[in-house]
């Protein structure tokens, strides 16, 4: 039998105080019984003895019992059997009814007691049952932890006053309470903490206060990690409820997990809805600017096209026209670009890729614009493969090689080289002229900076801003840059992060099938 | 050029007029659409043999009307788009267009594309679809064989059947994962760094300039167009 269950009533009910209403038991018998000793006969005498034995054991408890069976057989024997007064014993077969009278005593006493104890530890523990239930129930609908935390101190205080702590990890991993409560918590705990939340199994060491109590430090375990840890202060004689504590961390982690998941999915949630909100707003921005420039395009385009052949002036105004529709197309590309780049974060298509055909993809789109600027290409074909969104890495080639013809007298040589380092890829982007300013060496890549505002060039400083925020999305970096051997150079780097395997193939020999 | 109907469905009046009237100087007739239902119902009244669609057409996704359109008829569509719809892109090509032109376009891109497309759409004789040449490279399918300059060139299994994937379809944009489907049977995004890779093989092989190809031309963020 639980030790626990004589404390429980050991704290119920002090020691000498009921051992004192035994002895006043055996004593009211005694004493109620001793008007009547010439009408009763020893063997009623005897019963109302057994019948103060089971009542002391079924009020007062399993000792007091024992007490009331000894007291019992002294007092009968004394008081009632002759000779009275006195312990002698005259007659030999009384001797044997004592004995039995004490057995009997006993074993009565000691089956109801137990049968009370029985009775009222299936009590206790529908209490426990119920409370789980209850607070089961109360876990299942909450929809905050702050409510957690409420429904689990109110249980751990109703079932063993026993004061709580609940602690979940914030963003940045650290411990921390929902709320504060005060209990005899060490300040020291951090070191239990952090085992309780790499372990599996309860912790418990004592409070340190005095109190007698015992810290048990329970790890809530998620399903994919753990999910915080609950502080429970017990009492010595409350610690084999080691079972129901893990239930009840299993109760309170399920519950913390659904509502961390909650709140996952409805942060999902909303940043799908105002992405989508974002790029469909851009798009329809995009389509209608597009529109009405595709059409001013074409129209002069057909004007130039066009048979038979306009006038000369005529023709030359119309290819005018087309040319400058394509250069505000092409801000406007850049200012969507930048909206869509600054509206939030970036979301990368990232893949595996050769940075050689990014560049190949770029000169192709590029077209006739890199007229008139031979291009130098190195070190392309060997570098690894890269993780990157092609669409956006392109726009940055395109970018940097626009600027390069821009800034660089015509016939000058626009060298792209790239080199492998220990954990980055560097590409360069080098042209002649004139080169940066160098005061404003660390302001070209800022939004509307312009390198040379005297300039007649177009532009409005928006090229170099998105190369920026598109390799930073990246996590890259990039740089500008005035070499020696003079002109300007734009250098940008690329995490090289770990390229999948590639399994090579073997050739077939040649005229052979495939 | 040839007697072809062109049904052109856009939305935007000044940009039918401009795509009509240089289509009707090559001699083409073409017919006109706004919407996508218009549209379905003209493609079945007139039976094009190529169809120009806009992608942002009032009543909905382009796709949805390639979709429909494929179900009876195998005429080319070359879809008109604005930059930046990468996604959009790959759905419609996907969904069975051949080709795209991103807004704003020249007359002479407009027509180049139109002329491709209609050739393609002709069908070549199985003699002539067995041999393909394009700048120095000679691929004879019945042998097998690869020459460059007169020479032979080793392919491995996996370039040869991508260069003879895409030889099939010169001038169609194929979206990375049709190609991934044909050559390697399946589009999981685990091996689609091989398609860029077997690419960039055959661009060494057979381009005079890798870094700057002529043939293999990538399309980013959508795919590759082989290109006689």
Known sequence: ???????????????????????????????????????LDLPNTVMFFLLSVVIVAVTVGRGPAVLTSVLGVALFDFLFVPPRFSFEVSYAPHLLTFVVMLVVSLLVGQLTAGLRLMASEAARRERVAQGLYGL?????????????????????QDQWQAPCRLLLPAPDERL?????????????ASVLLTQARSGLRPLR????????????ALPLAGATRNRGVLMVALEEGDEDIGPLLEALAALVSTAVERLHFVEVAQAAQVEAVSERLRSSILSALSHDVRTPLTALYGLADSLVVGSPPLPDEARDIAGAIRDQALRVNGMVGNLLDMARLQSGPVHLRKEWQPVEEVVGASLQLLGKALDGHPLRVSGLAELPLLDLDAVLIERVFCNLLENATKYSPPGAPIVLSATTGASTVELQVASGGSGFPPDKLDRVFEL?????????????????????????????????????????CVAFCLPLGNPPPIESEALVLEGEGA | MNDAMILLIEDERQIRRFVRGALEKEGLRVSEAETRREGLV?????????????LGLPDGDGSLFVADFRA?????????????????????????????????FSIGELLARVRALLRRGRGRPDAEAARVVFGEVEVDFSLHQVLRRGELVRLTPLEYRLLA???????????????????????TGDNSHYLRIYVGHLRHKLEDDPAQPRHFLTETGVGYRFQL
Not at chain 1, 136 to 156: H, T
Not at chain 2, 82 to 94: C, Q
């Open chain 1, 176 to 188: 921390l309470a929902v709320r504060e409560r005060s209990g005899p918590f060490l300040e020291t």
């Open chain 2, 42 to 54: 003209e493609a079945g009244r007139c039976q094009p043999g190529l169809v120009i669609l806009d």
């Open chain 1, 136 to 156: 089961a129930r109360e876990l299942a609908g909450a929809v905050a932890v702050e409510q957690v935390d409420e429904s689990v101190a109110r249980f751990l």
């Open chain 2, 165 to 187: 994937v895409l030889a099939a379809n010169p001038g169609k944009v194929m979206t990375h994962r049709q190609l991934l489907q044909a050559v390697w049977g399946q589009a």
């Open chain 1, 1 to 39: 039998m639980p030790l626990s269950i004589l404390l429980t009533e050991g704290r119920n009910c002090a020691h000498g105080r009921r051992y004192g209403l035994a002895v006043l038991a055996c004593g009211v018998v005694a004493l109620g019984l001793l008007p009547f000793r010439t009408h």
């Open chain 1, 448 to 488: 509307f900076e312009r390198g040379q505002p005297e300039t007649a060039e177009p532009g409005m400083g928006i090229g170099l801003a998105i190369c920026r925020a598109i390799i930073e999305a990246h996590g890259g970096s990039i740089r500008a840059f005035n070499p020696p051997e003079g002109g300007g």
């Open chain 1, 205 to 216: 060491v004592p409070a340190g206060d005095g109190s007698g109590r015992h810290v048990h």
């Open chain 2, 72 to 104: 009876w008829s195998s005429a080319p569509v070359l879809v008109l788009s604005a930059r930046s719809t990468e996604h959009d892109k790959i759905g419609v090509l996907d969904a069975g267009a051949d080709d795209y032109l991103t807004k704003p």
